[in-house]
């Protein structure tokens, strides 16, 4: 069975500090792979998708940035986190168009 | 801008009655539709998806899509107090791209 698994669960960072946060998924090859932020008691932000090795698509223009260097491996990264960058970080994955999406178990970031 | 709406709630309902969950989209061009539940502080976790007009069942959860009307509903029969959480409806359009809804917070009394 596939699983997805995305560490750290939670993390203090003060302005200015870079980020790398990762996920990784297991039992299936070529998955579609998402980024998406969650402020508190808001909605569900697309940040990022990636349909293959390398191909990163961005939603939203920001300071963040993700790349995928491996078929089941995407990172989320930030040069200087910003206050604004405060949040609930969910990766996840589909197989598909028409698949439903799978998440992580998410990252709470707090930027201090 | 592709929109799904949801209300906010909350959605009060006593333990062992139907909760009644609506979306409404902007897409008509919208193919696949699913709900995820979220309890607070974790992350969402499907529950349904519908692609066909109609309802579909799987245990207390009955999905309701009708694609002339634009909305999609998750019925929660003999609802119970774990059932409390945040609703979110998704909706895909035609280039495959998944549009979250706000969320409707359900409260589940004993």
């Known amino acids: 069975s596939q699983t997805i698994h995305q560490w750290p669960a939670t993390l203090v960072q003060p302005v200015g500090s870079p980020l790398s946060l990762e996920c990784t998924v297991e039992?299936?090859?070529?998955?579609?792979l998402y980024w998406y932020r969650q402020a508190a008691g808001r909605g569900l932000q697309l940040l990022f998708y990636?349909?293959?090795?390398?191909?990163i698509s961005s939603e939203v223009p920001q300071n963040l940035s993700a790349s995928r260097p491996q078929d089941r491996q995407f990172i989320l990264s930030s040069k200087k986190l910003l206050l604004s960058d405060s949040g609930f970080y969910l990766c996840?994955?589909?197989?598909?168009?028409?698949?439903?999406?799978?998440f992580g178990n998410g990252t709470r970031l707090t930027v201090t | 801008q592709k929109e799904v709406e949801q209300n906010s709630g909350p959605l009060s309902v006593p333990e062992g009655a139907i909760a009644s969950l609506n979306c409404t989209y902007s897409?008509?061009?919208?193919?696949?539709f699913f709900w995820y539940r979220q309890y607070s502080g974790k992350s969402p976790e499907l529950i349904m998806f519908?692609?066909?007009?109609g309802d579909k069942e799987d245990g207390r959860f009955t999905a309701q899509l009708n694609k002339a009307s634009q909305y999609v509903s998750l019925l929660i029969r003999d609802s119970q107090p774990s059932d409390s959480a945040t609703y979110l409806c998704?909706?895909?359009?035609?280039?495959?791209?998944?549009?979250f809804g706000g969320g409707t917070r359900l409260m589940v009394k004993p």
């Open positions: 897409d008509r061009g919208s193919q696949s």
């Open positions: 990636s349909v293959g090795i390398g191909q």
């Open positions: 039992g299936t090859s070529n998955p579609n």
């Open positions: 998704a909706v895909e359009d035609a280039g495959n791209m998944l549009t």
């Open positions: 996840a994955w589909s197989g598909g168009p028409a698949s439903p999406l799978h």
């Open positions: 519908i692609y066909s007009n």
